[in-house]
T-cell receptor, first 109, second 113 residues
Framework: GQNIDQPTEMTATEGAIVQINCTYQ??????LFWYQQHAGEAPTFLSY????GLEEKGRFSSFLSRSKGYSYLLLKELQMKDSASYLC??????????FGAGTTVTVRA | IAGITQAPTSQILAAGRRMTLRCTQD?????MYWYRQDLGLGLRLIHY???????GKGEVPDGYSVSRANTDDFPLTLASAVPSQTSVYFC????????????FGEGSRLTVL
């Protein structure tokens, strides 16, 4: 099974940078995903890491260390529309995705 | 528009009633999933199917059943609904393989009284 931990809430100012950490314990690691979910909407895919290192996609970057069971999502140049819940998810070898409880990010003007 | 369609969007039903949530995808994805989302608990996997004709149990399968007669459809049935099954249910699909990101439906909000 998977045990996935991430902070419940974070608050940051518009234009700033926020880093959301995720730690996991898994019986068979096969990739780590980050999803964004706005209130009342479905989750949407942000990033995927399967090898150690940093993946950059515009204002969003995701980092993975498999030996430490650790990932982070970095959001740069925060905008008001980035206020959402960010979900860390770990995939196992059966291609099942287990999610953390999510981190609610609030961006203040 | 390609994607995943869930129905109904919202439903209130009495405890003890049978309910089927429908899910259809037109992306020809081989894998499909049902999750429930509850405040503070995140998304929890109920059942999944890696290919048509096969299904598997997720983290919280009790009280739910699924079938996968073809690639496109993956209905979730509550045989006898209980109040603890009040939740938002998301259907998702993916290609199995390297990235295999999940694509989610818009969700079905179910209230069991």
């Amino acid at each position: 099974g998977q045990n996935i931990d991430q902070p419940t809430e974070m608050t940051a100012t518009e234009g700033a940078i926020v880093q959301i950490n995720c730690t996991y314990q898994t019986s068979g690691f096969n990739g780590l995903f980050w999803y964004q979910q706005h209130a009342g909407e479905a989750p949407t895919f942000l990033s995927y890491n399967v090898l150690d290192g940093l993946e950059e996609k515009g204002r969003f970057s995701s980092f993975l260390s498999r030996s430490k069971g650790y990932s982070y999502l970095l959001l740069k140049e925060l905008q008001m529309k980035d206020s959402a819940s960010y979900l860390c998810a770990v995939r196992d070898r059966d291609y099942k995705l287990s999610f953390g409880a999510g981190t609610t990010v609030t961006v203040r003007a | 528009i390609a994607g995943i369609t869930q129905a109904p969007t919202s439903q209130i039903l009495a405890a003890g009633r049978r309910m089927t949530l429908r899910c259809t995808q037109d992306m020809r994805h081989n894998a499909m999933y049902w999750y429930r989302q509850d405040l503070g608990l995140g998304l929890r996997l109920i059942h999944y199917s890696n290919t048509a004709g096969t299904t598997g149990k997720g983290e919280v399968p009790d009280g739910y059943s699924v079938s996968r007669a073809n690639t496109d459809d993956f209905p979730l049935t509550l045989a006898s609904a209980v109040p603890s099954q009040t939740s938002v249910y998301f259907c998702a699909s993916s290609k199995t393989g390297e990235s295999g990101e999940l694509f989610f439906g818009e969700g079905s909000r179910l209230t069991v009284l």
